[in-house]
């Protein structure tokens, strides 16, 4: 069976904060309709890799392949025209407005004379937030009087009303109860069978489990091992996340070095 | 909780201002006004609400209002200008430069032709403040305090120090005239259509996407409370009446300027998307950057906003005076921030309106000139004032505490 064209192949990434760096000769490829689990400890690189995908950061070197195509992401505007939205680890909400103005933000709805359409966005929300929260009704208040899980639902009901093609998750169920983690992990499988692609960082193991398609361990910025989850248990990945260590016992390039 | 919120007089005024979907602070800054108003009429013995006092009020209010509402802009979107007064000096002295000394004096072109000059060289030179701001990441408390040592040099550097006078006599219409009574019951009945078509509006959208919509008894409430204050504000400025005559001056031309420029600052700041960005970006810049939204062009064009509405300002101020002194707008900055502050626009970012800061501005003024009236002189009268700033900040940072 001939593999299908990834979604997103990001090949050889390079990113550096001053001396640190961040990420280094780092690959990636997604799936359509799979969940990749992306895991690594603390400071990995996870997130400067997944804001390089979502133009939050600009790459200093490396490839990003879209359906096959190049892509060249430089700003956010430029990730989500290639169909890619992401939910941030800290949300990335604008506190001081409601949930439709957060959900439409950057991407407003207006009327035939350029203003906005205040009701046509509510209405929008309305049925959007429906999918996540059927009990949710707070539209008018600021995001920043919302709970934990209801303003993570707004930051995933932003890239539920765009199509999205790929949507990236940083820690979507870090803040989240119980209750509120089983409703995520239902919306990922949904999406999933929507035929959306999804890169989901975490560090709950038995979420990454539960969930993912395929795994992606990095660590110190670097790839450690890409495979099928069932190929691996717990324990491995643990190997893999705290020392480098693939199953057939060899090493990260980079790490061996620095362990001896 | 709920109980709790239901009971007690600033539950009570909470709950009415959700119904009236009014912000409960501007209701309590529309009772400062009020009782402002009465302690000063009675300290006056009734001079401070005279017809003729509250003309002049309307009037002192007008340029540090209108400024006031860009100032909105500036502060929710995490920024403050301190360049007011010395950009309204230049911008004021480059008006009667082009009246008396680049074109003919009193010439038929000389008047629009100078105002258009100083609309743009306001959007030019606030926007130029904005870009180095936005582009070059300085702070616009930096370079703004910068413009405030530059301009006003600039303008030395026209005039040689000299102050410019007479003026285009058209143009000084836009300090001193008036638009008559009959023009005061129009502009006033049109501005009353406009609030009753636009509530109507609101109501039908919300009704279309079937969206529960207020009883109409509180929308017709609101509606008559409007074209009474509307009706009120005529009557007033009709009742001062032009000297040995009977008839009324109506609406001065810089307060009709004031309330058109609000009416485009309100639809600007709510209404559009450069509005929404500017507070979005206020709240939380980083999300702002992330959703896409050019963040720097709109910060430099909260900077160009206030320049072009600082050139108004410069219009009303030099044609009140017939004279283009270096000297005009000193500290104006200054009222321009503690009206918007007053007004409830948070030094934090995010968080301001444009009716606040009218609000504001008027009530400082209310407050300078009761202190006129009543008598006191003017080194008191700053000290209060500067009281009062420092009072709102407090307030300001309460409120937003209270809100966490
Ligand atoms: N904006 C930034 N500026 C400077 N250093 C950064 C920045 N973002 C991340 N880093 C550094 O890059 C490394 C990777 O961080 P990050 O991608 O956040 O890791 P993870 O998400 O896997 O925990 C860390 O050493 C972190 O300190
Ligand atoms: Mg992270």
Known sequence: ?260 | MAVQESIGFSGGVRRLGTVLELDTRLLSMVGALIAIWIFFDLASGGLFLSPRNLWNLAVQTSVVALIATGMVLVIVSRGIDLSIGSLLAFLGILGGFIQTEVLPLEGPHSWWISILVMLAAGALFGGLQGVIIAFLSIPSFVVTLGGLMFWRAAGWLFTQGRTITPLDSTYSILGGGSIGEFWSWVVCAAGALIVVAFIFWKRNSRRQLGFPVKPIGVELVMILVWIGLIALFAQTMNAYNFPRSELGRGIPVPVLLLIIIASVMAYIANMTKFGRYIYGYGGNPEAAELSGVNTKRVVAGAFALIGMLTAVGAMISTARLNAAPLSIGQLLELQVIAAAVIGGTSLAGGVGTILGALIGALLMQSLQNGMVLIGVPSSPQQMVMAGVLIFAVWLDMIYQKKRR
């Open chain 1, 1 to 260: 069976m001939p593999e299908p064209t990834p979604a997103v192949e990001m090949r050889s990434i390079f990113k550096h904060f001053g001396g640190v760096h961040a990420v280094e000769d780092m690959d990636l490829t997604l799936y359509p309709g799979e969940v990749l689990g992306l895991l690594g400890h603390n400071g990995a690189g996870k997130s400067t890799l997944i804001k390089i995908l979502s133009g939050a950061y600009p790459r200093d070197g490396g490839e990003i392949l879209i359906e096959g195509k190049s892509a060249d992401i430089q700003t956010p505007r430029d990730a989500k025209a290639w169909g890619i939205e992401t939910i941030y680890q800290n949300l990335a909400l604008a506190d001081n407005l409601a949930t439709p103005a957060n959900i439409f933000f950057g991407r407003e709805i207006t009327t035939r004379f350029g203003a906005l359409d205040e009701a046509a966005m509510e209405h929008a929300s309305i049925r959007v937030m429906k999918r996540l929260n059927p009990n949710f009704d707070n539209f008018h208040d600021a995001v920043s009087n919302l709970s934990g899980g209801q303003r993570q639902a707004v930051a995933i009901a932003r890239t539920l009303q765009f199509n999205a093609k790929i949507i990236i998750m940083d820690e979507p169920t870090a803040a989240l109860g119980p209750h509120e983690t089983q409703m995520v992990a239902d919306l990922i499988r949904n999406l999933k069978a929507e035929g959306i692609a999804i890169v989901m960082i975490s560090h709950d193991l038995h979420d990454v489990f539960d969930l993912s398609d395929r795994i992606t361990v990095m660590k110190n910025g670097r790839h450690v091992w890409t495979g099928d989850v069932d190929q691996v248990d717990k324990d491995d990945v643990l190997q893999m996340i705290i020392l480098g260590r693939r199953p057939d016992g060899s090493y990260a390039p980079g790490i061996l070095s620095e362990n001896t």
